[in-house]
Nanobody
Framework: QVQLAESGGGLVQAGGSLTLSCANS????????MGWFRQAPGQEREFVAA????????HYADSAKGRFTISRDIVKNMLYLQMNILKPEDTAVYYC??????????????WGQGTQVTVSS
């Protein structure tokens, strides 16, 4: 069973930075494509960023380009999201995901529980 556990969320002022981490534990250690989604209150869940199994190919939502960086450590089974120049509109619960069903910007088979990021103005 795959278990994804996010950490690193918190409260930060606008313009600040946070790094989210996701630990992939469980019996399956397949090197899937992985990514991050987020969901703000009253909003639909939205794609943020994704990275392929090799860690060399990345994809970003327009809102994340130039400010967020996704990376992974395959040996440690960790996924990261470095977020810079944070804005109040980045406030959301951020979810770690693995194994896309149909494209990296669509649904995924495995989801973490989420970590709250709050950006104050």
């Amino acid at each position: 069973q795959v278990q994804l556990a996010e950490s690193g969320g918190g409260l930060v002022q606008a313009g600040g930075s946070l790094t989210l981490s996701c630990a992939n534990s469980g019996w399956s250690r397949n090197v899937w494509d992985m990514g991050w989604f987020r969901q703000a209150p009253g909003q639909e869940r939205e794609f943020v960023a994704a990275i392929d199994g090799s860690g060399e190919i990345t994809h970003y939502a327009d809102s994340a380009k130039g400010r967020f960086t996704i990376s992974r450590d395959i040996v440690k089974n960790m996924l990261y999201l470095q977020m810079n120049i944070l804005k109040p509109e980045d406030t959301a619960v951020y979810y770690c995901v693995a194994s896309p069903k149909n494209g990296v910007r669509g649904d995924y088979r495995f989801w973490g529980q989420g970590t709250q990021v709050t950006v104050s103005s």
